[in-house]
Each structure stands twice: as structure tokens, then as C-alpha cells.
T-cell receptor
């Protein structure tokens, strides 16, 4: 399947600080998806990016797809305790299988 | 729609026993994925079905693991014999298209092999 590397593995922030997680691939991606998994829960779809250089926003979350379609980022502005969880990027392989990055576990300190 | 339904939610079994995990995908979805999640290895794709046909099973760790999808509304993941290192959370997910569309996850089955 498509290999995507995700960094950082862990991130602790003070409530109100910003947070960014990055996803990188050595090959061009047809699209990239982002998911959030709350502690004890299951991954929940956030968004899909398809176009080169695409930027999408969901309230305090900003998603970017690189110009070369080899990297992507998720940025959260002014984190809140409700943002706690693990954020995954996921990419489609040649057979359309969906493989996930290693995830970034976000802790927000009140 | 009730979403993707997995059973059981929790399973504790002894080493050597057979374990069967079940999944009912969302009606109308063409793709079904089985994932295994552990602290060490993260979220691993085990097998991917499209229109009930296994497309990619390269993630299945060993011959002890097998998966079937006899029809569009049901899939099983079987481990025989189970080993302690199989302990993990197993997720089933379905998607209306293939891997390039949103995947909907079930609640997962937490498997403990003692």
C-alpha cells in the first residue's frame, strides 16, 4: 500500500496554542484524507484533499495539500481540550486500498 | 443508518483458541477494510475487499489469519489458532467507493489473547 510518514508522533500543547501535524510521501498521492480518533474511540473522517495546493478550512482546522501532492498538513488554531486525540492522514494505494500514517497524538493541557 | 457494526466489542480468549470477528458494513458501500491497531504498530491495513472480492490481503500477518466476505452485508476475520501477540483492537471500515472515498469505521473489537 501507499506509504505515508507522519510527524510528530506526540505533541503536548497548552490550551490556546496552535498545533500542526505533517504527512509526507515519497511518491505523488492521488488524494489524502485526514481522520481524528478520540481516546478509546474509532477513527472519524475529517476531510479529503484532491487538488494540488488545495487548502480547506473547518472552523479552527486548516488542511493543506502540497503543490507536488507529496505532503499534507493539518493545523489547529488555538487548541481546545476537545481537540485531544490522535490525528491520522491516510492515502490510497494503487489498488485503491486506504493506508494510514502512524498518527500524531495530541494532548492539550488546560 | 446504524453505521458499521462490529461484534463482539470485546473478546478475551485463551491462546490456541479460534477467534471470529464480525462486521456488517453500511448498506450500499462497495469497499470493506479490516484494520488492526496496536500501540507499537499503529493502524495496519490487513485486507481490503471491493464488491465482496479480496483485492489486497498483503497486510494479513500470517496464515493463521483469514477473512471472508460471503455477501455485501457481512464479513468475518478469523484467527486460528490465536496467540497473545494478536491482542489488539480490530476495526472494520466500509466506504461507498474504493480507497479514495471516505471510510466509515465501526466501534472496533478489542481482542485479548491470554
Amino acid at each position: 500500500g501507499q506509504q505515508v510518514m507522519q510527524i510528530p508522533q506526540y505533541q503536548h500543547v497548552q490550551e490556546g496554542e496552535d498545533f500542526t501535524t505533517y504527512c509526507n510521501s515519497s511518491t505523488t498521492l492521488s488524494n489524502i484524507q485526514w481522520y481524528k480518533q478520540r481516546p478509546g474511540g474509532h477513527p472519524v473522517f475529517l476531510i479529503q484533499l484532491v487538488k494540488s495546493g488545495e487548502v480547506k478550512k473547518q472552523k479552527r482546522l486548516t488542511f493543506q495539500f502540497g503543490e507536488a501532492k507529496k505532503n499534507s498538513s493539518l493545523h489547529i488554531t488555538a487548541t481546545q481540550t476537545t481537540d485531544v486525540g490522535t490525528y491520522f492522514c491516510a492515502a490510497s494505494g494503487s489498488a485503491r486500498q486506504l493506508t494510514f500514517g502512524s498518527g500524531t497524538q495530541l494532548t492539550v493541557l488546560p | 443508518d446504524a453505521g458499521v457494526i462490529q461484534s463482539p466489542r470485546h473478546e478475551v480468549t485463551e491462546m490456541g483458541q479460534e477467534v471470529t470477528l464480525r462486521c456488517k458494513p453500511i448498506s450500499g458501500h462497495n469497499s470493506l477494510f479490516w484494520y488492526r491497531q496496536t500501540m507499537m504498530r499503529g493502524l495496519e491495513l490487513l485486507i481490503y475487499f471491493n464488491n465482496n472480492v479480496p483485492i489486497d490481503d498483503s497486510g494479513m500477518p500470517e496464515d493463521r489469519f483469514s477473512a471472508k466476505m460471503p455477501n455485501a452485508s457481512f464479513s468475518t476475520l478469523k484467527i486460528q489458532p490465536s496467540e497473545p501477540r494478536d491482542s489488539a483492537v480490530y476495526f472494520c471500515a466500509s466506504s461507498p467507493g474504493q480507497g479514495n472515498t471516505e471510510a466509515f469505521f465501526g466501534q472496533g473489537t478489542r481482542l485479548t489473547v491470554v
